[in-house]
C-alpha cells in the first residue's frame, strides 16, 4: 500500500485547509484510513481516522473543528481543517491500517497567528 498526501501549507490562525490523501496497492477497500500529526519535539498524535463503516475518532484537541471523510474514489480519505490554531502546527501524516500501518510522506500544516 502506497500512500499520496496532498494539501497543507501556511495558513492564519482562524483559517481552514484541506488534506487529501489516496492509498493505491489495494485491490480492497482499506478497512481504516486517517491522519496522525507531530510537532516538533513532540510525539505523533491522532487526528482522526475512519473506517470502511464510516466510524470517526478524533483526537480530543480537534474535536468539533476538523472533520474526516471518505473520498469519492476507492481508498482516499479528505480531512477538512477549520478554525486552525497556530498549536495545529505540524507534520500530518496519512496512514492506512491493513493487517499493518502504512504511512505517507507526511505534508506541512503550519498555522501563524
Known amino acids: 500500500v502506497q500512500l499520496q498526501a496532498s494539501g497543507g501549507g501556511l495558513v492564519q490562525a482562524g483559517g481552514s485547509l484541506r488534506l487529501s490523501c489516496a492509498a493505491s496497492?489495494?485491490?480492497?477497500?482499506?478497512?481504516?484510513m486517517g491522519w496522525y500529526r507531530q510537532a516538533p519535539g513532540k510525539q505523533r498524535e491522532l487526528v482522526a481516522v475512519?473506517?470502511?463503516?464510516?466510524?470517526?475518532a478524533y483526537g480530543d484537541s480537534v474535536k468539533g473543528r476538523f472533520t474526516i471523510s471518505r473520498g469519492n474514489a476507492k481508498n482516499t480519505v479528505n480531512l477538512q481543517m477549520n478554525s486552525l490554531r497556530p498549536e495545529d502546527t505540524a507534520v500530518y501524516y496519512c496512514n492506512a491500517y491493513e493487517e499493518r500501518d502504512y504511512w505517507g510522506q507526511g505534508t506541512l500544516v503550519t498555522v501563524s497567528s
Open positions: 496497492g489495494s485491490a480492497f477497500s482499506i478497512n481504516r
Open positions: 475512519i473506517t470502511s463503516s464510516s466510524n470517526r
